[in-house]
């Protein structure tokens, strides 16, 4: 049975003069709230902080962020129903450049509490909403036709109904355009991207033991890992996220630790995707692999000092970064 797309939602793209060179593509977006109590108690009526809502989504966040930092990417999403139109409603108010592929279904939305007595977070995420094979080939589509694409970075989670291997299906676009892929995923949906050949790859240390079938990974046993994935010629850099550790750069020429600054982390929603965010945007803009890293973790680092699901921002980036220390173990 053929599935027909509803029309377009309103303000389904937004155009600027000439396209940016980053695409970030998200097949699972939500509409993220962060809001607070007094204490987590079971059973009885708890009164929230009133709610902070906004766009959320791997690639989404991706693009939100290189916005902070001074830079243009466009946000290719698949979004349905009130929470689609609000997502872009949202996105227009942070002038972020995107193209929204609709879909018949509502779009998620992500709830982040702080309980205030402990200050610790719990963070609910729910479901995406089952697509259609006619909607993700749109998807894949808009992402073939634009038109002066640098790099594509595919990140976060897949919804129901899409094919696992629709990021290897991204990397695939990526080679015809001579663009560089930056597949920010897990599980089997990371490997089969691997087995199409990626530029970069960032998975934490559980995600990278299991690319290599192992339960864990210690000392040297992490750059040994990643060092096999990239000379099997699947990938050329991999960047090792380790929390307020830092991270683990790794290419076929070095293994280097680059360590986060100290700070007070208020949360950590988000510092993966404004790690992501800060390399993409300091290679955009000519930076070599090692300076782009560096950077990277400024500003992962930075999106730890805002409460809830807020992003980096760049005045924080700018001082964290002449703090950060970098040290070659190869």
């Not at 593509?25 to 708890?46: F, G, H, Q, R």
């Not at 279904?105 to 200050?119: F, G, L, M, S, Y």
């Not at 980036?317 to 002449?322: A, G, I, K, Y």
Request: charged share 20%.
């Amino acid at each position: 049975m053929n599935i027909f797309l509803k029309p377009p939602i309103k303000k389904a793209m937004k155009i600027l003069p000439s396209m940016p060179s980053i695409i970030t593509v998200t097949l699972n977006p939500a509409i993220d709230k962060s809001t607070s109590i007094a204490s987590l108690i079971p059973e009885k009526k708890l009164h929230c902080a009133q709610p902070l809502l906004e766009p959320g989504g791997g690639g989404i966040n991706v693009a939100r962020a290189i916005k902070r930092l001074g830079g243009n990417a466009q946000a290719i999403f698949l979004a349905g129903g009130y929470n689609g139109d609000l997502l872009m409603k949202l996105l227009d108010a942070e002038e972020v450049l995107y193209c929204c592929v609709p879909i018949r279904n509502d779009t998620r939305e992500n709830i982040a509490v702080v309980d205030k007595t402990t200050n610790l977070q719990y963070r609910f995420l729910m479901p995406g909403s089952e697509i259609y094979e006619c909607e993700w080939q749109q998807c894949l589509q808009t992402i073939e036709r634009h038109d002066g694409a640098a790099f594509i970075v595919s990140s976060g989670s897949l919804p129901g109904g899409a094919p696992v291997d629709i990021y290897a299906r991204i990397a695939a676009i990526a080679k015809k355009k001579n663009a560089r892929c930056i597949a920010d995923t897990s599980g089997v949906a990371l490997q089969l991207a691997l087995d199409e050949g990626v530029f970069l790859i960032k998975p934490n240390l559980s995600e990278l033991s299991a690319l290599v079938g192992r339960k864990e990974l210690n000392g040297k046993e992490v750059a040994e890992a990643a060092m096999n994935i990239i000379n099997s010629k699947k990938c050329e850099v991999i960047i090792v996220s380790m929390g307020a550790a830092g991270a683990l750069l790794i290419t076929k020429d070095t293994v280097q630790q680059i360590a986060a600054p100290p700070v007070k982390i208020k949360s950590t929603v988000g510092a993966g995707d404004c790690l992501v965010a800060g390399i993409v945007h300091s290679l955009s803009n000519g930076e070599n692999i090692n300076k782009a890293v560096k950077f990277g973790v400024a500003c992962g680092t930075a999106a730890t000092l805002n409460e809830g699901t807020s992003l980096c921002k760049l005045n924080d980036v700018e001082n964290l970064f002449s703090g950060i220390a970098a040290h070659y173990l190869i």
